[in-house]
């Protein structure tokens, strides 16, 4: 585990830290080595002054253009960021997980992720990134509703809510906001983190694996401010990240996932099963769509039942085995 050891006294961490295309006598030698991603698709409105002004902050803005096919790649590498493309569009999570790989090949002491659309303050970098800095986290999530300073529309308000619900009582670890892309990440997260997660999913996912790797979370106040429509159905982004949460219980919590409704079915099929034989008892009639229905009930649930215990059982020997490595 990296950490980075500097400590308050040693560097102010809210003073910006220069990119590394500025002279090199200009940057701190002792300064730590801050990587900003920042994923994108079709942002060129907005990613230029993104870039610019997390440059104050970053040693290197990395921006993965995952497939756009306006102008923001060019922008981007003209406003001064390392630009890597991926030809087709794969995802915020696919883009992310190029960013990390990026990050570790940079060597980075800690990484921050925003978004290029302009809706984060890059100024408030800083804050985000600070108990990284101070050793007291691995995973900083910049919080919208910390202290409510950013005016959300309510359907989005109802709609995180719900994801906040279910992600902190599926994943166990509770944050206020889930869904934000404003992110810090020490040098252990970076090294733990694999996002299976191609789209916007990933930031559940980051909540799952962070109880599966023990990583500290926190959060910081943040603010985000709301000027364009959105850029997609609400509910169709909704659907997304709840198809997105339901795979990863299937990951994470497979005793969950089919344990529960293996033995719901396992019930139903054997309170049907019990009713059929007590039918024919009294009445000497046997139903044979009743028979076949609960009999493929029992069989479907005690299937999914125990499919859930060896998933459990195999994934509790990969946990012990991992933690074991590393
Ligand atoms: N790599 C990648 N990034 C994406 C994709 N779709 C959106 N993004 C980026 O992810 C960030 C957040 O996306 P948004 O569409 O703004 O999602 P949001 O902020 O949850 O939703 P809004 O409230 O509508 O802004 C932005 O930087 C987008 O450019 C994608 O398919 N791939
Ligand atoms: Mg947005």
């Known amino acids: 585990m990296s950490e980075v050891t500097m400590t308050q006294e040693e560097i102010d961490p809210l003073a910006p830290v220069l990119a590394d295309d500025q002279p090199s006598e200009s940057r701190r030698a002792d300064a730590p ?17 993104v870039v610019l002004k ?8 990395l921006v993965v253009d995952d497939g756009s096919t306006d102008g ?42 925003l978004d290029g ?40 308000v109802w709609g995180h809510r719900f994801f906040n ?15 934000s892309g404003f992110r810090a990440f020490s040098r252990r997260a970076l090294d733990a983190l694999s996002l299976s997660s191609k789209g916007f999913s990933v930031e559940s996912e ?20 709301y000027l364009d429509k959105p850029k997609r159905s609400v509910i169709s982004q909704g659907l997304t990240v709840l198809g997105g949460i339901l795979r990863l219980v ?21 309170i049907w099963g019990a009713q059929s034989i007590s039918f024919y008892n009294q009445r000497q009639i046997l139903s044979a769509g009743y028979v076949l229905v609960s009999t493929l009930l029992i069989t479907l649930g ?6 859930g215990l060896i998933l459990h059982s195999i994934r509790g020997l990969l946990l012990d085995l991992l933690n074991r490595t590393s």
Do not use: W
């Open 33 to 49: 080595k801050i990587v900003a991603i920042v994923p994108v698709y079709n942002e060129e409105r907005f990613i230029g002054s």
């Open 54 to 61: 997390t440059k104050e902050y970053a040693s290197t803005v």
């Open 72 to 113: 923001t790649a060019a922008v981007a590498k003209a406003a001064g960021a390392e630009v890597i493309r991926h030809e087709q569009n794969q995802g915020k999570g696919a883009a992310l997980n190029t960013g990390f790989h990026r990050a570790r090949e940079l060597a980075a002491d800690a990484i921050v992720t």
């Open 117 to 156: 659309d302009g809706q984060h303050f890059p100024e408030e970098l800083c804050l985000v990134i600070q108990p990284i800095l101070d050793g007291q986290a691995d995973i900083v999530v910049g919080s919208r509703y910390l202290e409510n300073t950013s005016d959300v529309p309510q359907r989005r």
């Open 165 to 179: 619900l279910i992600t902190n009582q599926l994943s166990g670890v509770a944050v206020t906001d889930s869904q």
């Open 206 to 225: 980051m909540q799952f694996l962070a109880s599966d790797c023990n990583l500290r979370v926190c959060e910081v106040p943040i603010t985000i401010k």
């Open 250 to 270: 299937g990951q994470h919590r497979p005793l969950l996932y089919f344990g529960v409704p293996g033995t719901i079915l396992l019930a139903i099929g054997l």
């Open 302 to 307: 005690a299937l999914s039942f125990f499919a």
